[in-house]
């Protein structure tokens, strides 16, 4: 979710942005640069708590939907090639 303070601070938003991919790509392992980066672009500790909190809470969910084998009800999304 995009909040009033990020689309008015793209610094923030790829903060967030930044650290999130970082938590996903290195599986949880991340360089103490990432969360320095992070705080640089105005990230507060409890945002970095959220993000977590909810990457986790995404995690969680995708492993139930998949033991459960749920049909997902919204359409298929093709990602975008950014080559």
Request: glycine share 8%.
């Amino acid at each position: 979710m995009v909040t009033k303070a990020m689309a008015n601070s793209p610094a923030l938003l790829q903060g967030y942005l930044g650290l999130s991919d970082a938590i996903v790509q290195g599986r949880g392992v991340i360089d103490d640069a990432d969360v320095k980066t992070a705080r640089a672009a105005g990230v507060t500790d409890a945002e970095i708590a959220e993000v977590v909190g909810n990457l986790a809470l995404n995690l969680l969910t995708n492993y139930f939907n998949i033991l459960a084998d749920t049909t997902p009800d919204l359409p298929v999304v093709t990602p975008h090639d950014h080559s």
